[in-house]
């Protein structure tokens, strides 16, 4: 069974740091992608990075591009997302999720495309 495990969230201020950990386990696809996406209330989800676990190419969505890096330990089968100056607009719930496939160019964080999810972490920035 997939089992994917957020952790790392909480509650900092404006322009403060937080790093978020994505555990994964029960999988061993050769080539896949492990995407980041979150989820303010009332707001519909949006997709916020991914990286290919074979070459390690990202993207990122423009709203955090220049303060967001992803990252991944394949050894560790651990994903990262590193959340930099961060804005009060960055507030909510934080999945990490795994497409099967290998990173998709034309459609990186196509929610319907990744097979499994995390629970979430919390991140709330206080402004």
């Known amino acids: 069974e997939v089992q994917l495990v957020e952790s790392g969230g909480g509650l900092v201020q404006a322009g403060g740091s937080l790093r978020l950990s994505c555990a994964a386990s029960?999988?061993?696809?050769?080539?896949?992608?492990i995407g980041w996406f979150r989820q303010a209330p009332g707001k519909e989800r949006e997709g916020v990075s991914c990286?290919?676990?074979?070459?390690?190419?990202?993207y990122y969505a423009d709203s955090v591009k220049g303060r967001f890096t992803i990252s991944s330990d394949n050894a560790k089968a651990t994903a990262y997302l590193q959340m930099d100056s961060l804005k009060p607009e960055d507030t909510a719930v934080y999945h990490c999720?795994?497409?099967?496939?290998?990173?998709?160019?034309?459609?990186?964080?196509?929610?319907?495309?990744?097979?499994?999810w995390g629970q979430g972490t919390q991140v709330t920035v206080s402004s």
């Open positions: 029960g999988f061993t696809f050769d080539d896949y992608t």
């Open positions: 999720a795994v497409d099967k496939s290998p990173l998709r160019p034309l459609v990186p964080t196509d929610p319907l495309r990744y097979d499994f």
């Open positions: 990286i290919s676990s074979s070459d390690g190419s990202t």
